[in-house]
């Protein structure tokens, strides 16, 4: 309870912290908000009641000029035409222009204005490539911890006393008597492991029943 007490108090927190920054953010500037200039119909160099075909046409004569492909020799040019770009977007959108509107006769409007700046913002970013991107995540991260324990479990059953004598006790059966040669020391540690290791490979492998059933099975 006191840790959900704590994460609670932090949450709210840095949500205080979020809206008193986007506010403070808007007080900055006037028109700081959408175009970073005096403001989007200054950028283009339009009416505030410029018609889209008027606003299309201003733009036009700015990519002419600052186009990256128009390869022009001012060294502002992409400077300009970045933010030419941002408010032609904003201006020929119906609802963007209706927000920026408000934006400027309401500027005292901090929290209001930041909403529908974010909301409109929110519309542009395509869900599904995002959800397809946490589900291969979420995929493969759930992949890595069954193979983790998976992995874990294998080993510490390898690591059972039962098995290590069941496994030694088959690995002996196909080692078969030791040689005339080994008739002292009987078959060598390494050979003796490998056989070992060998057997318990295969069983897990032709293993067909859940993992923690054949556990079970093979230590009886």
């Known amino acids: 309870m006191k840790l959900r007490a704590m994460a609670t108090v932090l949450l709210a927190l840095l949500l205080i912290t979020a809206t008193d920054g986007a506010g403070k953010r808007s ?7 959408y175009c970073e200039r005096d403001n989007c119909y200054d950028v283009l160099g339009v009416e505030s009641k410029a018609t889209k ?7 036009r004569s700015i990519s002419k000029q600052h186009h990256p492909d128009m390869k022009s020799k001012d060294p502002n040019s992409p400077t300009i035409f970045q933010a030419a770009a941002n408010a032609y977007e904003i201006l020929t959108d119906e609802e963007a222009r209706e927000n920026y509107d408000y934006y400027i006769a309401h500027p005292e409007e901090h929290m209001a204005n930041q909403f529908r700046y974010y909301r409109q913002a929110a519309k542009k970013i395509n869900v599904v490539p995002v959800l397809i991107m946490l589900l291969i995540v979420i995929t493969i991260i759930k992949y890595l911890s069954d193979q983790f324990r998976y992995d874990s ?14 496994a030694k006790k088959e690995a002996l059966k196909v080692l078969g008597p030791p040689k005339k040669s080994q008739k002292r020391t009987g078959h060598s ?12 490979t295969n069983q897990i492998e032709s293993v067909s029943l859940p993992f923690i059933h054949f556990l079970s099975r093979c230590i009886t």
């Open 53 to 59: 075909s008027e606003i299309k046409r201003a733009f």
């Open 153 to 166: 479990a294998v080993t510490n059953w390898k690591a059972w006393d039962n098995v290590q004598v069941r």
């Open 27 to 33: 007080q900055k500037s006037a028109m700081d908000l």
């Open 189 to 200: 540690k390494k050979a003796v492991q490998e056989a070992m290791d060998k057997w318990m």
